[in-house]
């Protein structure tokens, strides 16, 4: 339940104003008794400064301090659920598009091809090769949209496997040299909720990167730290200018750098984007090493 301060923020405004004016003058009444009139103008504000910090310290951890912790804790709470809600609701659809139109387009084709092969009619089997290559290309489709709400592949065998994969459907979408180095020695499996958010973060810094930066080469790079996990991201495309995105306010704002920062945030770790225009764009995600299983 929210404090009659929390409905009302400007009742919390005057208030803090109110018991610092009403310290400050408890102070300069005080000040008299404290320093001895000798004392040069310097040392009384010296004094006056010490006074009112010790007496305001507590009052503003108490309304201001403690409250914007609180808040900023049930920020990430939410945004975490919201992202686990949103990560099985990608794992529901993933789902069905697969068990259920996916079989669905399956069992045609296979009946499309009974019917090539059991007629003798050539415009028969015209019309069914046909029909057989629209479905397979439309079989492929829908595979390649369930591999990109949640590829099965991340949950079963983890992060890298499922890493090629995606960049290989990039290779053949954008025609770009999208590719994954490894630098560990062996390959790195870390916790599921954190393999997720690198996942979709290189998900995000790719399509990015081809969509709008217009790249034509990717690299992912992984690298195994004494203490951390890093995971780069580094095209060759047209860049922009990283500090006018971020300070823009508009309706098509920049979701998909604040995804990327937050998830890497929600995990223990660091995201640093890097761009300019015409000078591509790199992202660097750094999480500590205790996040491995």
Known sequence: ???????????????????????????????????????????VAFVDAIMLTVLLSPMLWVLIVGPLSKLAELRQEILGA????????RQRLARELHDGLGQGLT??????RTIEEMTHEEAVKGVARDLRRIGGESHDEVRRIARGLRPAVLDD????????????DVRQAYEADAFLTVECVDRPRLKPDVETALYRIVQEAVVNAVR????KRIAITMRCRADAFELEVHDNGQGFDLNATLNR???????????IR?????????????????SGTRVLVSVPLSTKT
């Open 107 to 112: 069992t045609l084709l296979v009946g499309l």
């Open 212 to 215: 709008h930066g217009r790249a």
């Open 262 to 278: 937050e998830r890497a945030r929600l995990i223990g770790g660091d995201a640093v984007i890097e761009s300019s225009t015409n």
């Open 1 to 43: 339940m929210l404090t009659p301060f929390e409905k009302r923020p400007v009742h919390l405004f005057a208030y803090v104003l109110a018991i610092i004016f009403a310290v400050e003058a408890a102070v300069m009444f005080a000040l008299p008794y404290v320093v001895p009139d000798t004392t040069s103008d310097m040392a």
């Open 82 to 89: 919201a992202l686990t809600a949103q990560e099985e609701e």
């Open 157 to 168: 065998v983890g992060m890298v496997p499922a890493l090629e994969r995606f960049l290989n």
């Open 249 to 259: 306010r508009t309706g098509t704002g920049p979701f998909g750098l604040y995804s």
